[in-house]
């Protein structure tokens, strides 16, 4: 005989078994899959790996902070080329526009 008054979900990404009411919806328990512990050496590589990932995303955010002073310095010329197209035009604060 089943029971019916309880659900089994098993977590397809952890595996973790959930037991939830089938009433109220509110999780009664969960077991969580014991994970075998690596070995010394699989866990020196993983940190190798970190350590790799760490220094890509660091070249790559100097390189970009390296572009940054050129396009700030682009974006300011425009803004001026603007400025100078519309000085004649009075500047309207738009916050005051209601």
């Avoid at 328990?29 to 010394?40: C, D, G, M, R, V």
């Amino acid at each position: 005989m089943t029971d019916n008054t309880r659900y089994t979900i098993i977590c397809p990404c952890c595996e973790t078994t959930i037991i939830v009411d089938a009433q109220t919806g509110a999780v009664i328990s969960h077991e969580e899959k014991t994970k075998p512990l690596a070995s010394f050496e699989d866990m020196v590589k993983g940190l190798d790996k970190q350590k790799q990932q760490r220094e890509q995303i660091f070249q790559q955010e100097l390189g970009s902070m390296k572009d940054r002073e050129r396009l700030l310095e682009e974006k300011f010329r425009e803004a001026m080329k603007r400025a100078e197209k519309e000085k004649d035009k009075p500047w309207i604060n738009p916050l005051d526009v209601d």
